[in-house]
Nanobody, 117 residues
Framework: QVQIAESGGGLVRPGDSLEISCVVSGVSIYNIGWFRRPPGQEREFVCDIGWNYGRTYCSDSVKGRFDISRDAAKSTMRLEMHNLKPEDTAHYYC????????????WGQGIQVTVSS
């Protein structure tokens, strides 16, 4: 059974930093990443990382501000978010693409990140 546990969300002020994490079990991971759904908008890609080789990719809206990393020994992936902006406010979802899949096929429940003064 696949289990995805996200943690670290909360309320921060513009310019602050925040780290969110995702712990995964029960699946062989190929790629893992974060998506987000801003209020009233569609879900959008944030960043992801290749589990075996650590290749990373982030959307233009967060590139240079967000850093994604993984600890394979602990089955954990982290997203460090810096210089947060109000437009980063969203529900953030950890997503897993398992080996053999061609798209993200396992999703966490999500955590809320709110950036407000």
């Amino acid at each position: 059974q696949v289990q995805i546990a996200e943690s670290g969300g909360g309320l921060v002020r513009p310019g602050d930093s925040l780290e969110i994490s995702c712990v995964v079990s029960g699946v062989s991971i190929y790629n893992i990443g974060w998506f987000r759904r801003p209020p009233g908008q569609e879900r959008e890609f944030v960043c992801d990382i290749g589990w075996n080789y650590g290749r990373t990719y982030c959307s233009d809206s967060v590139k240079g501000r967000f850093d994604i990393s993984r600890d394979a020994a602990k089955s954990t992936m982290r997203l460090e978010m810096h210089n947060l902006k109000p437009e980063d406010t969203a529900h953030y979802y950890c997503a897993v693409m398992d080996e053999g899949a061609t798209r993200y096929n396992h999703w966490g429940q999500g955590i809320q990140v709110t950036v407000s003064s």
